[in-house]
């Protein structure tokens, strides 16, 4: 006995079941906070419970007779056990609380300390029986709640379940409806006997086995043995003794139980998975990303932008006389606080988005996350579009700060500002010469000083020349230069609106997408779990 | 088949007491909805099956049903009773199916219409349908009485179980049999509660006791019978023994045979029976129907709550709406654009009104510290009015989902097909909103058509002006060329036509922020209808549901209670 169960480590019952637990277990885990606690709740108790009784040998078989008041669960295990160890009586209900019986020579008392049965005997060695724990529970079906509660505790956790169902009672809806039905997975691990057989005539106990195996198929049983027994008699007793024998000796009572639960609970999570994600279509994250660029205010940043290349190309290359007026307006780029270099982390002083374009945001958001869990089973399509709204609030604050950390283009003068600066500052000064001149000679000739002499070039005066041209080259410079500044404020507007609907789309992927994709890789992870623990 | 006078009250209000509680709607799954329903149709079976037979033939015979568990063995003591195998009797569970109703032949007469158990079809033959009552006339029952042997009440056929229920309920007395396995059983003692509750005559069989056991298990049950205030019940004992054909030994049923007889024999101790169960059954009225309408209010308060989630959602939706709108950049663009059309302006004026607006804008949002709204979206006007709208909706939905989820009741009605595509905004919504945005549209050209067509006049003059201000340029020239210095008229011409412009900019302006006002009303107006609209799909599965409350069924009993104490006093 002890040899065997040094052979295998506790804990350990083969690679299949601890496969499949630690599948739920991760199943639990990418379902936390996602699904019903409670359902998720089932799932973990049935893991830490497998993790206990494993721990706990799978040497020894807990085996349980459970049944209704008066059925003979009492005189049964006595029968089983070779003396009266549990109380018959014909006052019902009998039994109050479990009462536990071992064979072997290991201790049963750390699996029974587990169980938390307190009354238990020790049968003894018994080579047939070696490991087998079998435990008498109380009714559950009389006026007695807390011997039904003692049942519902005790058939969760054992690993054999043996029901006790005699003639009168076979077909009652307390063990039906409450026991029998919800176990249907576990027709592996389930005895029923109908007990007090010898009450019956044989003609009739035949025809009530049939009708007991049809009820039994009728709910998803067919695959449990039905014995017909007599404790009074001793009929089937004998052939009730050979299977607990072999379920003990087969040594799998506690895997089989426990993977029979790992299939009930994951069958009952199962409709939480079905059907692949979609995952999130192009169109939606582009419509996202349009509603997102248009609240950021993306098109008056562009066109200050464009307005702010122009006023200081026109600065740099204006008509100098003119040139100081630009400098009463101010530089639009500027008044949105986006004047100098990026500043990651800096606020702008864009005009919040309108009501229209906050509602724009989120109606694409919405539609995305609508699309994105189109398809999954509930509550997965919820969960995908609230991750998509998850970072709402925070968006206004991240596009303004991706817009004041955006590159609005490279803050150089080109070089022919300088060169056409430097134009319009000698054309300026041959203009200038020239007025001054003509401004002396308008005083000298008011002074009636007489005709100075001027150097002509041809018939035209030269102070004359030099005025009238540098003033109409400078206009035509000037003029000229708008020009070719307004082709270079369109360029960098464009280069402007490139690097702003990037940073934008990386908010909406990190703010938007990433989420929604967190939560469908939830689910494929939960969907793989399930998958793992359903073997 | 007497009517006795002092019944007729009674006898119009019970039925109406009945349609009332037939009325009753529990669709919301609040805490004791389902036994709510239980009961609502246990109350209405009852008067139905039992109270108004009973009470219009008050001298019909005694209706005694045996019921009890499943493997008791009811049919084989109805068969010992009457003396012939008149309920099939077997080893398989359940063995009844059936209910089989034994009587005097002379009696037969009052159980073969549908006086009582009206839902109950009537075979004489045997005929094995759940929902049919087979009539047997037999010598050996006593005229005056009739037994009925029921189905099972906790066989795993739900069916039997409810048939029982409903049985029991009719009863005038009870024969209530269990065994000495079963006599401490859960689910019969829960139906004696009931039994005990509604002081129903009420006689315990205990069978198959062994009997060695005899004497522990009957004091047993008589210290549990006494335990649940039932001590007034008769108890008889059968010992297991061998059936003989099927049936028991004469000497084991002889006492109930002989308890049944005398019963059938003094008519008196009859109507006794039959009085104590009635005024019982009459008397739980008082406190069942009570408990129904406390739970109807509480369904009727469930379902306010719900609606007032939904209208909160969606005046919170309305209000954000107005809020967007209310920024008045959005509507004022549309009105200024319809003003420009009407009156005519040329683009001058354009110009002017839309800069000296934006100057206003600018300087109110300085005074008030309210920032300035983004660009102005004029072309946009329809999808922003519908994003806005769109997007309000749907939270508005959500909001309602999320809080009808929130809701015992309203989960349950969320589930129902009439809630489909409740979390967002109906689908027809936006194509809705784009024609209602049209009519506003045109709403605002006549606005702007009455408000300005006075001041039209006003308008052309300033428009003329325009003219005015070329022929100025033209005058200014001549006057140049005529040698006058023109520089000074020009200056004159030049202030009083653009004081002038900017007066009628302002003037234009001021009307506009005027008419902008009403056109925010319209459409408000419009957007709520359309909200509205949307909150009203969420009426549809309240009005399936169709709660009502529970005054209707007081007000029954209370004419009940009243009919009953008249009665009382004759």
Known sequence: ?535 | MTDRAADRPLLDALPALRDRVAELRYPLDLAGATVARREQAAVAGQVADYLLPRLRQIDAPLLVVVGGSTGAGKSTLVNTLVGAPVSPAGVLRPTTRAPVLVCSPTDAGWFTDDRVLPGLARTTGDARDARSLRIVPAAAVPAGLALLDAPDIDSVVVANRELAAQLLAAADLWLFVTTAARYADAVPWDLLHTAAERSTALAVVLNRVPAEAIGEVTSHLRSMLHDNALDGAELFVIPETTLVDGALPAAAAGPVRAWLAALAADADSRAGVIRATLTGALDALDRRIPALAAAADEQRSGADRLRAAVVAAYELAAGEVEDGVRDGSLLRGEVLARWQEFVGTGEFMRTLESRIGQLRDRVWAAVTGRPVAGTPVRDALESSVEDLVVDAADRAAERSVASWRAEPGGRSLLAGAGSAGLGRSAPELRRRLGAEIRAWQGFVLGLVAEEGADKRTAARIASLGLNGAGLAVMLGVFAHTGGLTGGEIAVAGGTSVAGQRLLEAVFGDQAVRTLAVEARVDLMRRVQRLLVDDAARFEVPLEEAGVVSGAAVREALGVLVRARRAEART
């Not at chain 1, 100098?340 to 109606?363: D, I, W």
């Not at chain 1, 004359?464 to 360029?491: E, H, K, N, Q, Y």
């Open chain 1, 1 to 535: 006995m002890s040899r065997l169960l040094t052979l295998r480590r506790p804990g350990s019952t083969g690679g299949d079941l601890d496969e499949r637990l630690r599948g739920l277990a991760a199943a639990v885990d990418a379902g936390a906070g996602r699904l019903p606690a409670a359902e998720l709740a089932t799932a973990t108790a049935v893991v830490d419970r497998a993790a206990q009784r494993l721990g706990l040998g799978v040497g020894a078989a807990v085996v349980a007779l459970a049944g209704a008041t008066g059925s003979g669960k009492s005189s049964l295990f006595n029968a089983l056990v070779g003396t009266d160890l549990s109380a018959v009586g014909v006052r019902r209900p009998t039994t109050a609380t479990a009462i536990a019986c071992w064979w072997g020579e290991t201790s049963a008392d750390p699996l029974l300390d587990w169980l938390a049965v307190p009354r238990r005997h020790a049968a003894g060695v018994d080579p047939a029986l070696d490991g087998l724990v079998l435990l008498d529970l109380p009714d559950h079906d009389s006026t007695e709640r807390s011997h039904r509660a003692e049942v519902d505790r005790l058939v969760a956790v054992v690993d054999l379940l043996v029901w006790v169902l005699d003639p009168q009672k076979y077909a009652d809806a307390a063990v039906h409806e409450r026991y029998l039905v919800p176990l249907a997975g576990h027709s592996d691990v389930m005895l029923v006997l109908l007990n007090q057989a010898d009450r019956l005539p044989p003609t009739a106990r035949e025809s009530c086995l049939v009708d007991l195996r049809r009820l039994l198929a009728a709910e998803g049983l067919a695959g449990v043995p039905v014995l017909a027994t007599s404790a009074r008699t001793g009929e089937g007793v004998p052939e009730l003794r050979r299977l607990l024998t072999d379920r003990v000796a087969s040594r799998r009572a506690a895997a089989e139980r426990l993977a029979a639960d790992v299939v009930a609970v994951t069958a009952a999570l199962a409709r939480y998975c079905g059907g692949r994600a979609a995952g999130v279509p192009a169109g939606a994250s582009a419509d996202v990303a349009a509603a997102l660029a248009a609240a950021a205010g993306v098109d008056t940043v562009v066109a200050a932008v464009d307005r702010s290349h122009r006023s200081r190309a026109a600065l740099a290359t204006g008509w100098p006389p003119l040139r100081w007026l630009r400098r009463l307006r101010p530089d639009p780029l500027r008044r949105l606080h986006l004047g100098g270099a990026p500043v990651e982390g800096s606020r702008t002083s864009l005009p919040p988005a309108s009501a229209a374009a906050r509602a724009g945001v989120r109606t694409a958001v919405r539609a995305l996350g609508a699309t994105a869990g189109a398809g999954l089973p509930d509550p997965w399509p919820e969960l995908v579009s609230t991750a998509a709204r998850r970072d709402e609030a925070a968006l206004p604050d991240r596009l303004d700060a991706a817009v004041a950390g955006a590159d609005l283009g490279p803050d150089r003068r080109p070089r022919w500002w300088a060169l056409t600066g430097a134009a319009q500052r000698l054309l300026a000064t041959v203009a200038l010469v020239g007025g001054l001149w003509l401004l002396v000679l308008f005083g000298w000739s008011y002074l009636q000083l007489g005709d100075p002499p001027v150097p002509h070039v041809g018939r035209l005066p030269v102070p004359t020349l030099l005025l009238v041209p540098g003033v109409l080259a400078g206009l035509l410079l000037a003029l000229l230069s708008r020009r070719l500044a307004g082709w270079g404020a369109r360029r960098r507007a464009r280069a402007a609106r490139r690097r702003l609907e990037d940073r934008v789309d990386r908010v909406a992927a990190e703010a938007v997408l990433e989420p929604v994709e967190e939560e469908l890789a939830a689910y494929e992870r939960w969907c793989a779990a399930l998958r793992r623990a359903r073997g």
